[in-house]
T-cell receptor, first 114, second 112 residues
């Protein structure tokens, strides 16, 4: 089935550690996005990518890094520089050419600092 | 920065009633989209309305867009308990980057 897959579903991180969240899609979408969601809040854009080997910072990029080496994959690394990483992380993808296009979301990764 | 802001933040209604949620935004847009999120899950796309459209329907959903007021509304008619979820509006800003920005959402509770 076509779709977008995030892993793991739950992730625990010790303070000072870097962790990487996986996002894979088989929808042949050019654009991919990472969002952070805190309890009871909306989605805030971390990074987005419109094409392989290119990505742009969103509104809250500090303490995060990404790569886009393959069209299907857009991993997010939460670095030790992110002081409050506990949150729900959502990955999405969409077509790029048409601006009037919907985004498809993964089921999210819940990251907790222990 | 949040582009879309939903109103109300929370809404509680009985089954069979209609639910109306509003969204305001600040800059020019190419389109406005509404999404639904069940607790602890990913978002699901509901409907997209382009900047040159004023109203759109999909099943029990009706969306309006007023670009002069920079606002949109989502109406769910004859609500069901299964409609209980958070609803978000999202806007695509211009500039060719297809940057999709979400608001804070409306939490809808539909009671049997």
């Amino acid at each position: 089935d076509g779709g977008i897959t995030q892993s793991p579903k739950y992730l625990f991180r010790k303070e000072g550690q870097n962790v990487t969240l996986s996002c894979e899609q088989n929808l042949n979408h050019d654009a991919m996005y990472w969002y952070r969601q805190d309890p009871g809040q909306g989605l805030r854009l971390i990074y987005y990518s419109q094409i392989v080997n290119d990505f742009q910072k969103g509104d809250i990029a500090e303490g995060y890094s990404v790569s886009r080496e393959k069209k299907e994959s857009f991993p997010l690394t939460v670095t030790s520089a992110q002081k409050n990483p506990t949150a729900f992380y959502l990955c999405a993808s969409s077509r790029r050419q048409a601006q009037n296009t919907e985004a498809f979301f993964g089921q999210g990764t819940r990251l907790t600092v222990v | 920065s949040q582009q879309g802001e939903e109103d109300p933040q929370a809404l509680s209604i009985q089954e069979g009633e209609n639910a109306t949620m509003n969204c305001s935004y600040k800059t020019s847009i190419n389109n406005l989209q509404w999404y639904r999120q069940n607790s602890g899950r990913g978002l699901v796309h509901l409907i997209l309305i382009r900047s040159n459209e004023r109203e759109k329907h999909s099943g029990r959903l009706r969306v309006t867009l007023d670009t002069s007021k920079k606002s949109s509304s989502l109406l769910i008619t004859a609500s069901r308990a299964a409609d209980t979820a958070s609803y978000f509006c999202a806007t695509v800003q211009g500039g060719g980057y297809n940057k999709l920005i979400f608001g804070a959402g409306t939490r809808l509770a539909v009671h049997p």
